[in-house]
């Protein structure tokens, strides 16, 4: 059972004959290293007591990419210093918060047309999550 049966019906797991352009594809090849990177540093820094690395789940929204989410767990302890939000959300909402994240700190220090639309998009797909609520707490 995946969490995007549980938590959103909008949100679709990338087929894992796709999985292999989903990356490029959501941050762009010359950032695909830094910001896979990223999104695993900022899970760990999220939910240091559930997160320890692992599969992470692709996901797409009518056909463009939108996050990744971790499969270790069904629900993560998120416990940021940087916004001081502290709860317990669903796999996909981590993972939606550690896009938002990566998608934010890349900006800043890299001009990229993806990373932009890549926020944009993710931010407004999250308005209409079930979790929208610790989702923005988590990151505001």
Do not use: C
Request: aromatic share 16%.
């Amino acid at each position: 059972m995946t969490t995007q049966a549980i938590t959103s019906p909008l949100a679709t797991l990338v087929p894992d004959h796709r999985r292999e352009m989903f990356l490029p594809t959501l941050f762009g090849l010359p950032l695909l290293i830094i910001a896979e990177n990223a999104v695993y540093t900022f899970m760990d820094r999220l939910s240091p007591r559930d997160y320890g690395g692992g599969f992470w789940n692709f996901y797409e929204y009518e056909g463009s990419t939108l996050f990744l989410a971790p499969t270790s767990k069904p629900r993560y302890r998120i416990e940021s210093e940087i916004t001081e939000y502290r709860g317990d959300v669903s796999a996909e909402a981590a993972g939606i918060i550690a896009t938002l994240f990566t998608f934010s700190h890349l900006s800043f220090r890299y001009q990229s047309d993806l990373l932009a639309e890549g926020y944009d998009r993710l931010y407004t797909y999250s308005t209409r999550h079930p979790e929208a609520s610790g989702i923005f707490q988590a990151i505001d």
